[in-house]
Structure formats: C-alpha cells, structure tokens
C-alpha cells in the first residue's frame, strides 16, 4: 500500500479511535514511522477526537482528586492495606507499649500518693509539736496568771531612776507561795555587754535574783527571796555580777 | 508526541505518585463528562473515575504510547469500567430506582449543557452531522466495535468504516475551523 492509498485506508481514524487489532495498529505505527505527513494525520485526528470529548467536560467534586490520592498513598504502603494482618502482627507489640505505659503510669501515681502522703504526716507532726507548745504555754499562763491574781500576791512598782526615767517593771512577790514573777514593761535597751539584773534589800544587804533582759515578754520567775524591803534593777556585766553596782540603779521599788 | 506528554507518560511509567494529581488535574473532566454519559448517574461516575485512576496508576507501566495517545488509553480504562459498571447487578438495581426519579438525568444534562455553554463552544458538537456523531459516539464513549456498531445501527459495515473516517475528519475540520475563528476574534479585539 503506497502513502496515499494507507492515509485513505481507514486505518488511521480507526487506530485514532482505538479499535485497531495489534496487527493493524503494527502496521500504523510502521507508515507512521516511515512518513512523517502519516504522523502528522495521526497526531491531528488525535487532537480532534480529544477536543471533541472535551466538549462533553464535567469537572468531578475535589474530594474524587483527595480520595484517588489517598488511595494510592496507601497502596505505596503495603503493611497498612493488609490492615488486618498488620493489627495481628502489632497487636501483641501494641499490648506490651500499653501494659507498659499504664505500669508506669501507676509507678508514678504510687510515688505522687507516697509523696503526698509524707507531706501530710510532716504537717500533722508539726502541728502536733505547735499544739502541745501552745498547751504547755497556755497552761504555764495560765499557772501564772492564778499566780498575779493570788491574793497573797504583792505587786511591788518599781519606777526608773535618773539613768532610765522611763522604766516601768512590776515584780509581783507572793510570801506564801514563795514566788516572784518580774513584768518588765518598759526598759530601754541594754548597752553592748551589759544585762539587767535584779536585787531584793534584805536588811541593807543587796541579794540577787536573777538577770534577765529587757525584751523578756512573759512572766519570767526570779528567785524568791524571804523579807526584802525593796526590789532594785541594775546593769551589770551580761551574766550579772555577785555584788550590785550600785551606780548604775535603774529601777527600784519598796515592798511596803 | 508533544515533549509535556512524553514526560507525563515517563513519570507514569516510574511510579512518580505526583503525576497522578497532574494526570488529573487535565485529563478528570474528560473522563468524568464521559463515564457520567455512560452511567447517567454522578454518584456511581464518581466511583468509576476513581476506579479508573486507580487502575491507570496500577497499569501505568503498561501502557505503550505506539498503541494509541494517552488520553485514548485512559479513556479506554474509564470507559471499559463504566460499561462493567452499567452490566452489574447493583448497578441495574439503582437505575430502576432512578428511573422512578428522572431528576438526577436532568441534573446531569443540564450541567453538560452549563459547562459547554460557559466556554462558549456550545453548538460545535451540534456542528458534526448526526449520522457521523451517532456512530464515532458509540465506538468512543461506549466502546462499541464497527461490527458493533453494524448490528446495532442495521446499517452496513462499509457504510459504518467510511462515516468512521469522513466523521473524524469532519471533526478536524470543524475544531480547525473553530481554532481560526477564535485566532480571527482575538485578533479583532485586540485590533
């Protein structure tokens, strides 16, 4: 068959639309080969037949596009389309990371209780400390205040001298109980070195009994002395001396 | 063979994933405008373009650009699969339902006519006669054989292999036509 007679065979148009038997399409692909005019007329009757099915153009919904390519993406990974003998080979993996997981999980809520737990006993021993404190402190108090108010109490006044015009301190005295409790109310501070310390004047003769500082806060008990006449404060080295220093009388108050 | 189909159809046949979207991107409106006039319902034109691209990735490496040009193969596939589609059991089951309901045809129709429309190219299908529309119809959207096409028709085989050829070429005529007409009218805006 020469170049004319094949381009009017038919065959052409058939092999365009597709129906050609492989022998014929053979035969096509070898004009088409040999004569570019063939490829040409082939190349166009292509382009006419797709022109004309675009004519009949519909755009599909995105989602046919997502879910082709979703599709493939899975076929690409062969372990996750056998779905099913995936889950059998992972299962047990799955269960040991699970079983794993929770172990840890409960490990650290045990440790978290633990913890919690201590804190707990801590503050409820030391509120147990500060509540017995308290008591005991509250009893003494107590124990001190039937003291004052004991109606063998004297509350002796003793009232600041040139040196400490300002000091106001009571030493409440109670023959009976043989007690004396010292109220300091006022005193100015101390200098470096030097502590207050307390004297009862027995028959002229002045006897100690006790130091203490100026910023004492509660009845502090001072040694009972039997039949002074006065209470007399002086400042004296910290620690308090044998004899008074009779110079530096800060305070004084008479029994009477 | 342009150089941009060469490439498609060599990333195609590499398993390059990405060709797909571009395979997509320019050949799905084709296909789907034709599977929708086989199947005459957009749901099940749905499944089949999907099945169809599906086996296109699947085969891709199959696919021998002598035999015919790419568009043609993956029609092949689209069209080959709605037929299947149009003789299964579920599929003459849903029709029968359907066709208690006529609106999902008009529906579809309509949108062929919208889209033909828009483009401004509605009429060029009229333009071809429909003694060569009938048969290159039959052969390329539903896949008829010329023997086919003989019986189906009552017409003679001689008679359906010339109107095959002088169809085709009325085609190239009518879209050549139609391409200078489109040069002459931007020429003339642009003038």
């Given at each position: 068959m020469d170049k004319e007679k094949f381009l009017n065979s038919g065959l052409i148009e058939q092999f365009v639309l597709g129906i050609t038997t492989p022998e014929e399409a053979a035969e096509v692909e070898k004009y088409a080969e040999q004569y570019p005019e063939i490829r040409e007329e082939i190349e166009q009757l292509r382009t006419a037949v797709e022109d004309y099915a675009r004519q009949y153009a519909i755009h599909p919904p995105d989602e046919v596009k997502t879910n082709i390519l979703k599709e493939i993406d899975e076929l690409d990974q062969p372990a996750a389309s056998s779905s099913n003998n995936a889950l059998a080979r992972w299962l047990p993996m799955v269960a040991i990371i699970a079983s794993l997981f929770l172990a840890y999980n409960q490990y650290q809520q045990k440790n978290q209780l633990a913890g919690q737990l201590k804190a707990t006993q801590d503050e409820y021993n030391n509120l147990q400390a500060t509540c017995k404190k308290d008591k005991a402190a509250c009893l003494e108090t107590q124990r001190l205040y039937a003291s004052i108010t004991n109606g063998n109490t004297n509350a002796v006044s003793l009232t600041g001298t040139a040196l400490a015009p300002q000091a106001n301190v009571i030493v409440y005295w109670n023959p009976v109980e043989k007690q004396a409790l010292l109220n300091v109310l006022d005193l100015p501070k101390p200098p470096k070195g030097k502590q207050y310390q307390l004297w009862a004047d027995v028959d002229g003769e002045m006897i100690d009994m006790g130091v203490f500082n100026q910023d004492e806060t509660t009845l502090k008990p001072m040694a009972f002395i039997e039949n002074p006449e006065s209470f007399n404060i002086t400042l004296e080295p910290e620690g308090g001396?044998?004899?008074?220093?009779?110079?530096?009388?800060q305070a004084a108050g008479k029994t009477g | 063979m342009k150089r941009k189909e060469k490439n498609i159809i060599q990333r195609l046949q590499k398993k390059d994933k990405e060709v797909i979207s571009v395979l997509y991107d320019q050949y799905s409106a084709s296909l789907y405008g034709i599977i929708l006039k086989i199947v005459q319902d957009e749901v099940i034109a749905q499944d089949v373009l999907q099945e169809a691209f599906l086996k296109i990735w699947k085969n891709g490496s199959s696919y021998e650009p002598k035999k015919g040009s790419l568009f043609t193969w993956m029609l092949n596939i689209a069209r080959n699969n709605a037929i299947d589609k149009t003789r299964s059991a579920s599929f003459r089951h849903s029709t029968k339902i359907q066709n208690l309901d006529q609106t999902v045809y008009h529906n579809s129709s309509l949108k062929m006519e919208n889209n033909t429309d828009v483009i401004g190219l509605k009429g060029i299908v009229d333009k071809l006669d429909e003694k060569y529309r009938t048969i290159i119809d039959l052969i390329?959207?539903?896949?008829?054989t010329q023997k086919e096409v003989e019986e189906h028709l009552n017409i003679p085989l001689g008679t359906v292999k010339s109107r095959v050829r002088i169809g085709l070429r009325e085609l190239r005529r009518i879209f050549d036509e139609q391409k200078v007409n489109i040069i002459v009218l931007i020429i003339s805006l642009l003038g």
């Open positions: 001396s044998e004899h008074p220093t009779v110079e530096l009388l | 390329y959207f539903n896949g008829y």
